[in-house]
């Protein structure tokens, strides 16, 4: 029989999406469920998969939107009677929905994906940022029409066309465009619209309010400019390449975080409305 569970994972985080996996690694019976039995958890409480039933569903789909939220894995063991079990270290027990008895035993794991940094350029800066993200721990790509196929150090992606820029742009994106008045505009064009939380320009402020100025005239919206952070980075009173690099990836990191607390924030919010 055809088991989707991998190549559904795969598109998930191929799309940057984060979502847990659930399986199951021992079972008494009469649970339904087997050890083997696996499913996939969306951060909007889907469940794909199987993992025993309507009695365990429930359980595993709260566990695992806390995996995703603490970013930690659980194995879980499930019974009509948690109290009556006997404790083991590194087991947490919880109760099933209902009582058709058996136990479950079901490993739940978060799947984070990595955030995505997109350098345009390949010039210094662009190189460094490369260097620094891939240290990060970045899914690197980068664009660099005029040095088409370059090996570029810290790449973990090369785009030899600015029209391949949308395609791999998500909400876990962080664009930088480093091209130091090549193709800004060009670039920009593809990146404001797009879900990427941030956009940066490497330029100075005269140069960059002539991009604002062009982007206008033609036809983008005055929100998607307003995204625009230019001169990208922290003021660190950078000089060099790979200071300006490294105040760009300080800005990100601080967006990244801002991000990461108003998400908290409206999760916290959502589930005292809830109860």
Same mark, same amino acid.
């Given at each position: ?103 479950? +035993?079901?490993?739940? #794991?978060?799947? /984070? @994906?990595?955030?995505?940094?997109? $350098? ?5 800066? %662009? =190189? !460094? ?22 090996a570029l ?31 800004? +505009?060009?670039?920009? #064009?593809?990146? /404001? @619209?797009s879900a990427?939380?941030? $956009? ?5 402020? %005269? =140069? !960059? ?62 589930? /005292?409305?809830?109860?």
């Amino acid at each position: 029989m055809y088991d989707d569970f991998f190549e559904q994972a795969h598109t998930l985080i191929k799309s940057g999406v984060a979502f847990a996996t659930a399986t199951v690694v021992r079972a008494e019976a009469p649970s339904s469920g087997k050890p083997g039995d696996r499913a996939i958890v969306t951060a909007d409480g889907q469940l794909f998969g199987w993992i025993g039933g309507s009695c365990a569903q429930p359980t595993v789909v709260r566990e695992a939107l806390a995996a995703l939220r603490d970013g930690e894995g659980r194995l879980l063991r499930l019974s009509p009677d948690p109290s009556a079990q006997a404790p083991r270290p590194g087991l947490r027990d919880v109760a099933m929905t209902c009582y058709s008895g058996g136990t479950l +035993e079901i490993f739940v #794991e978060p799947q /984070l @994906p990595r955030p995505r940094l997109l $350098v345009v350029g390949g010039l210094p800066v %662009a =190189r !460094a940022l490369a260097s620094l993200g891939r240290a990060m721990s970045y899914h690197v790509v980068v664009a660099d029409p005029d040095h088409a196929g370059a090996a570029l150090d810290g790449a973990d992606e090369l785009l030899t066309s600015l029209d391949d820029l949308t395609a791999r742009v998500n909400a876990l994106t962080y664009a930088v465009v480093a091209t130091h008045g090549h193709y800004d +505009e060009l670039a920009l #064009e593809r990146l /404001l @619209p797009s879900a990427a939380p941030y $956009v940066g320009l490497v330029a100075s402020r %005269a =140069r !960059a309010d002539a991009v604002r100025r062009t982007l206008a005239d033609q036809g983008l919206a005055a929100a998607q400019i307003a995204r625009l952070r230019s001169p990208a980075g922290l003021d660190i009173l950078a000089r060099r390449g790979d200071e300006i690099a490294l105040s760009i990836m300080a800005e990100i990191v601080r967006v990244r975080e801002e991000l990461a607390r108003k998400k908290a924030h409206e999760a916290a919010a959502a589930a /005292l409305f809830k109860n």
